[in-house]
């Protein structure tokens, strides 16, 4: 087997113990407004501020990465992420929240996609798609394996010690799953999957991946000048605004249609089970017509069910519908790096992922903030899963200028 899969293989791990944590907030929601009696957008903001703490980290984790390998960068990061939601059990002030998912716990989830993306790109030329979107694919199924843990650690013994239980085995986890990550095939003296050498370096540059847009595009300050990357920022900002709303919001939703805790846990569960399918599925799509056509067909996927989340109310419906949007969201993510390949390259795509992890996340912010003061303002987070419909249909329409020299 292929040291490439191996690296893939760690990946999903770091993937499901990382963002299953950190997103299981939307079960601990629930839990905090009934004890605290806070209101959902000064709630939501934790997360929101979150979000772009952990964009704004994934560029020196990105740089990290490119610089001193990805091992030792995700060991720190997955610490820190253990560290920071273990402390939860001592939450009191809504300012601990804040410090908390919008600070420590943050800064360490920034190790956990920008430093998994960049290395994958490097261990494959064939099926690079496929790879990152399996690699990546812990991102939203996290929720599918973590979620029933937590529920089952909230019944058992209440949201303060689950904090505590859920910190250690995911920061435990995170560190030793890093210990087989390797920044590119050279540590290994080994060739990148699928690569073939031939006769002359012009078409060796080809079999290994390279393209004039390495030879351009050599560090991220070339990169950033470009027309084309702000552009890039700009859908995928679009895309991850609409997602937030619904991964942090998707408990509480739940209630609000008159459902309870362990169905609210079963959404969550669909949610990640759709998503990982989209990562799979668009990311092999991705390898037959490029990240483009991908991204469009999983945004429209995710603009269609998210307005048919505000229609559905049967628990069979619902858990399609969350499901759906689970694939077409998800379906988006592994396009981020291929895309970004295929328009600079592959010599500074640790820093090119998290300068774009970086941006999109303050844009996405936007989106649990938005969501959380909409449903204090009316009583429903319907309308805002209506806006969230609309910005993804933009975000369609807008990725058609993702080429090169655009």
């Known amino acids: 087997m292929h040291y490439g899969w191996v690296v893939v293989a760690a990946s999903f791990v770091i993937g499901v113990s990382g963002y299953g944590t950190y997103f299981s907030f939307t ?20 997360l929101s501020l979150g979000l ?28 820190l992420l253990g560290l920071g939601t273990a402390l939860g059990h001592g939450v009191s002030e809504l300012w601990h929240l804040y410090a908390l998912y919008g600070g420590l716990t943050a800064v360490g989830m920034g190790a956990a996609w ?9 261990w494959f030329v064939a099926k690079r ?29 209440g949201w303060r010690e689950a904090y505590v239980w859920l910190g250690l085995g995911c920061g435990l986890t995170i560190v030793a799953a890093s210990a087989l990550l390797e920044r590119d095939p ?29 030879l351009e595009f050599n ?28 991964f942090v919001q998707i408990a509480p939703y739940m ?46 996927v995710a603009a269609v069910s998210m307005y048919a989340l505000t229609l559905v109310h049967t628990d069979t419906g619902v858990l399609w519908v969350v499901a759906v949007f689970g694939f077409g969201f998800g379906g988006g993510t592994p396009q981020l790096t291929t895309i970004g390949v295929e328009l600079f390259g592959l010599n500074a795509v640790g820093a090119l992922m998290g300068a774009l992890l970086a941006l999109i996340g303050i844009v996405g912010a936007g989106g649990p903030l938005f969501s959380g003061i909409v449903f204090d303002a009316s009583g429903s987070y319907s309308q805002a899963f209506v806006v969230g419909a609309v910005v993804y249909v933009v975000a369609t329409i807008a990725a058609s200028t993702l080429r090169r020299g655009a």
Not at 57 to 69: E, H, I, Q, S, T
Not at 131 to 138: D, E, N, Q
Not at 144 to 152: G, K, M, R, T
Not at 257 to 284: E, Q, S
Request: charged content about 10%.
């Open 27 to 46: 079960l601990f929601y629930p839990q905090l407004v009934t004890e605290f009696g806070w209101s959902r957008a000064a709630i939501s903001g934790a």
């Open 52 to 79: 772009i703490t952990y964009g704004v980290c994934a560029l020196p984790m990105g740089w990290c990465v490119d610089r001193y390998g990805p091992r030792r960068t995700v060991m720190i990061g997955g610490a």
């Open 114 to 122: 920008a430093p998994l993306v960049s290395t994958i790109s490097r």
């Open 129 to 157: 798609g496929l790879a990152i979107g399996l690699g990546c694919i812990g991102g939203g199924t996290g929720t599918l394996f973590v979620a029933p843990i937590v529920e089952q650690l909230l019944t058992q013994c």
């Open 186 to 214: 050279a540590a290994k003296n080994m060739h990148a999957y699928g690569y073939l050498p031939l006769a002359n370096s012009a078409a060796d540059d080809i079999a290994a991946g390279r393209s004039g847009a390495d």
């Open 219 to 246: 560090n991220i300050y070339a990169i950033v000048r470009t027309v084309v990357f702000w552009r890039m920022t700009a859908v995928f900002g679009l895309w991850w605004f609409g997602g937030a709303m619904v």
């Open 255 to 300: 209630l609000e249609k008159g459902f309870d805790l362990h169905f609210a846990t079963l959404a969550t569960v669909a949610f990640g089970a759709g998503n990982g399918l989209g990562k799979i599925g668009l990311g092999m799509i991705a390898d037959k017509i490029g990240g483009v056509g991908a991204l469009q067909c999983a945004n429209c």
